[in-house]
């Protein structure tokens, strides 16, 4: 399976400011996500990210908040706006398997807002 | 709305035995389910899939049971490690194209305990 790895593992921001969040992965992917872990609970999907094209936000999430970027097929961005102690959460990045394969997720962004 | 849940947030069993984690979704349109291992401060880890067409599969130590009639999913493992204690979430999504291009909708997961 695809080695994802994400950058930064965990952060501390100030509300007000924002984040990137980069994944990078070692082999090429069609497509890409971006879920959110708050603490103590599930994933959710914030959006799909394919290359060359606009993100599709799930219902909840929108571009202005969490723009994203798909400029190659190994690479992603995910920025957390003008952030507020609620965005505080895991932020996890996924690939889309060839074929049959499943979605495998990297470690995760560590989020804390103050 | 549509979404997949799990019976019981806490599981815990002795050492060696089996486990049984159940699943509930609501979408019968879904067609694709797969169940991540959540180990502390790393993101899901794959375990085991299961497409509509099938009711079971079985893996290294695992098993999962796809109950279409009643929209239950669940995932057993054998003889219980302590390598196992872990969040285990069910995940689901529909018109699976066996190219990974729809997101997933998870559950609420079972964190697993395994006692000595």
């Known amino acids: 399976s695809a080695v994802i790895s994400q950058k930064p593992s965990r952060d501390i921001c100030q509300r007000g400011t924002s984040l990137t969040i980069q994944c990078q992965v070692d082999s090429q992917v069609t497509m890409m996500f971006w879920y959110r872990q708050q603490p103590g609970q599930s994933l959710t999907l914030i959006a799909t990210a394919n290359q060359g094209s606009e993100a599709t936000y799930e219902s909840g999430f929108v571009i202005d908040k969490f723009p994203i970027s798909r400029p190659n097929l190994t690479f992603s961005t995910l920025t957390v706006s003008n952030m507020s102690p609620e965005d505080s959460s895991i932020y996890l990045c996924?690939?889309?398997?060839?074929?049959?394969?499943?979605?495998?997720f990297g470690d995760g962004t560590r989020l804390s807002i103050l | 709305g549509e979404s997949v849940g799990l019976h019981l947030p806490t599981l815990s069993v002795q050492e060696g035995d089996n486990s049984i984690i159940n699943c509930a979704y609501s979408n019968s349109a879904s067609d694709y389910f797969i169940w991540y291992k959540q180990e502390s401060g790393k993101g899901p880890q794959f375990i085991i899939d299961?497409?509509?067409?099938?009711d079971k599969r079985q893996g290294q130590r695992v098993t999962v049971l796809l109950n279409k009639t009643v929209k239950h999913l669940s995932l057993q493992i054998a003889a219980t490690q302590p390598g196992d204690s872990a969040v285990y979430f069910c995940?689901?999504?529909?018109?699976?194209?066996?190219?990974?291009?729809?997101?997933?909708?998870f559950g609420k997961g079972t964190h697993l305990i395994i006692q000595p």
């Open positions: 995940a689901e999504n529909e018109q699976y194209s066996g190219g990974g291009a729809d997101g997933l909708t």
């Open positions: 996924s690939v889309a398997g060839r074929g049959n394969q499943p979605q495998h």
């Open positions: 299961i497409r509509s067409n099938m």
